[in-house]
């Protein structure tokens, strides 16, 4: 059985709604970033990390993307070589370009030591908005990210609507908000918070 390691709450919350999209049984090993037992499985502190049997592997982009490939009968992955290249577009955009800005104005206002703290309001707000502007020109007028089924990559992008939304960052696009509205209620993912909670 998988075990999802990492806090609720966190970006853990990509790997449990990945397993239960693709209804996976697993377990949560609940750790704090930093900590012994996270140091454990990822030697930066940081998480989440997936274990599966022997192999223990970090980073939530290459989590998703695993999983998708493990369990391609179930189409959240790529079928040929140009579609699991175009799955990897997808998770390397949703890190680089939408979840970076989200992430400095977190550090900056929230994590990193008072002295290291920088005024980043302004260009998160503005390098975020540019990229929503990418987003919808990414996805035109399709359902999902890869077309009409849901795939690793909507998981991805809907973990950062949900941050950017609770973060109050704004999202000027009809299209882009409905796309997040589309892919936040999943079923799957109102699953993998209320396991999250059953672990705190
Ligand atoms: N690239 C990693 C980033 C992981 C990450 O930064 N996780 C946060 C919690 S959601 C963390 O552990 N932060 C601690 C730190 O930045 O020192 C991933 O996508 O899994």
Not at 52 to 57: C, E, H, R, Y
Not at 94 to 103: F, H, R, T, V
Not at 112 to 129: M, Y
Not at 167 to 186: C, G, H, K, T
Request: hydrophobic content about 40%; aromatic content about 8%.
């Amino acid at each position: 059985m998988y075990q999802a390691v990492g806090a609720p709450g966190s970006r853990m919350t990509r790997i449990t709604w990945m397993l239960e999209e693709l209804g996976q049984p697993y377990g949560i090993v609940k750790a704090k970033q930093h900590t012994e037992t996270m140091v454990r499985y990822n030697p930066s502190g940081k998480m989440p990390a997936l274990v599966d049997g022997d192999f223990v592997l970090t980073d939530s982009a290459a989590i998703c993307s695993y999983l998708a490939n493990k369990h391609a009968e179930k189409g959240m992955g790529g079928a040929d070589a140009r579609e699991r290249a175009m799955l990897l577009s997808w998770l390397f955009f949703a890190q680089s370009e939408l979840e970076a800005p989200l992430w400095n104005k977190l550090k900056h206002r929230l994590l990193l030591p008072e002295d290291q703290r920088a005024e980043v309001g302004a260009w998160t707000a503005a390098e975020f908005g540019r990229e929503i502007g990418t987003l919808e020109k990414r996805l035109g007028d399709r359902d999902y990210a890869m077309g009409d089924r849901f795939t690793a990559a909507d998981v991805l992008l809907g973990h950062c609507g949900q941050w950017a939304r609770g973060a109050r960052f704004e999202i000027r696009s009809d299209r882009v908000n409905a796309y997040f509205d589309r892919v936040l209620a999943r079923p799957a993912l109102a699953r993998a918070k209320a396991k999250e909670a059953e672990a705190q």
